[in-house]
C-alpha cells in the first residue's frame, strides 16, 4: 500500500543507504501540477514497491518550470530491481497524462554530514517552508575534495557571525561519481532565504575568511541555487 504524508523527510535517517536526486522539466506552473498528481495516482494505485524504498518526495521549483525528486533507498541494488521490474509502468502512465517531460537524472549520492535538527519529530522542530538546493560542481573526480569543502562549509557555518535566523537545516550529499557536493538545506521560508543572500556578503554567508576560503575552494567549478517547496511525499502505508 503506498500513502500520501505531508511531512517533509528526514535527510539524516541513518538507513537511507543510496539517495537519490533528479530533476525534470515541465515547462509551467500548470503542468508541474499535473504532473506531481500524475505521480501520485501513478504510484497510489500500485503497492509500494519495495520495503528498501523508505519514501520518495516531489518538490515544485520557484522558477514554476521544474521538478525535483528525492527518493531514500536502502541501497543502490535495491533501486536497481525497482528499475528492472516496476519502473516503466510508472513512467509510461505519468508520460500519457503529462507528455513531453524532460528528465535529468537521477543522480546518484551518498548523506555525508548534517547540520541542525537531528530528527524532524523532535520538540520545538521548525517544518521548512522552502527548500534550498545548492549544486556544487568540481572539475573532475576527488572524494577527499567533496568531504573537505563540506568540512570547510561547516567550519564556516560554525564561526558564522550574524547567522540568519530563517535557516534550519542544512544536508550535505557526496555524489558517488566524486564531482559534486548537493546541500539540500532547509528554511522557514522563501523570503528568509532571499534575505540572507541580501545581506552583506557573497552568498548566505558574512565577509569572513572562512567563507571566503570555501568560495575560492581550489577546483570549484559551478554553484546553482534552486528554490522548491515540498508538494508530495509518498510513504509505505502502515
Known amino acids: 500500500m503506498t500513502r500520501r504524508t505531508d511531512s517533509h523527510?528526514?535527510?539524516s535517517d541513518a538507513r537511507v543507504g543510496a539517495p537519490f536526486f533528479s530533476t525534470w522539466r515541465v515547462g509551467t506552473p500548470?503542468?508541474?501540477?499535473?504532473?506531481?498528481?500524475?505521480?501520485?495516482?501513478?504510484?497510489e494505485r500500485r503497492p509500494w514497491p519495495?520495503?528498501?524504498l523508505l519514501g520518495y518526495h516531489l518538490y515544485t521549483g520557484h522558477d514554476a518550470s521544474t521538478l525535483l525528486h528525492y527518493s531514500q533507498w536502502a541501497s543502490e541494488q535495491?533501486?536497481?530491481?525497482?528499475?528492472?521490474?516496476?519502473?516503466?509502468?510508472?513512467?509510461?502512465e505519468i508520460d500519457t497524462a503529462v507528455p513531453g517531460i524532460e528528465r535529468l537524472g537521477p543522480?546518484?549520492?551518498?548523506?555525508?554530514?548534517?547540520?541542525?535538527p537531528a530528527h524532524r519529530g523532535e520538540p520545538g522542530g521548525r517544518v521548512p517552508g522552502c527548500?534550498?538546493?545548492v549544486d556544487i560542481e568540481f572539475e573532475g573526480p576527488d572524494p577527499d575534495r567533496q568531504r573537505a569543502w563540506v568540512d570547510a562549509v561547516l567550519e564556516a557555518l560554525e564561526n558564522e557571525p550574524a547567522p540568519h535566523p530563517g535557516g534550519i537545516a542544512a544536508h550535505f550529499h557526496l555524489s558517488t561519481d566524486g564531482t559534486r557536493v548537493l546541500n539540500y538545506a532547509e528554511w522557514d521560508s522563501a523570503q528568509s532565504h532571499i534575505e540572507a543572500l541580501a545581506a552583506p556578503g557573497d552568498g548566505i554567508?558574512?565577509?569572513t575568511a572562512f567563507w571566503?576560503?570555501?568560495?575560492t575552494w581550489p577546483g570549484l567549478k559551478s554553484t546553482t541555487v534552486s528554490r522548491y517547496d515540498h508538494a508530495l511525499g509518498l510513504v509505505p502505508g502502515r
Open 9 to 11: 523527510p528526514d535527510l
Open 30 to 43: 500548470l503542468r508541474q501540477r499535473q504532473a506531481v498528481e500524475a505521480v501520485a495516482v501513478a504510484w
Open 50 to 52: 519495495a520495503d528498501d
Open 78 to 92: 535495491a533501486y536497481e530491481a525497482f528499475v528492472r521490474t516496476r519502473h516503466q509502468e510508472r513512467v509510461d
Open 107 to 116: 543522480g546518484r549520492y551518498r548523506h555525508y554530514r548534517s547540520r541542525g
Open 131 to 133: 527548500v534550498v538546493i
Open 205 to 207: 554567508g558574512s565577509a
Open 212 to 215: 571566503q576560503r570555501v568560495q
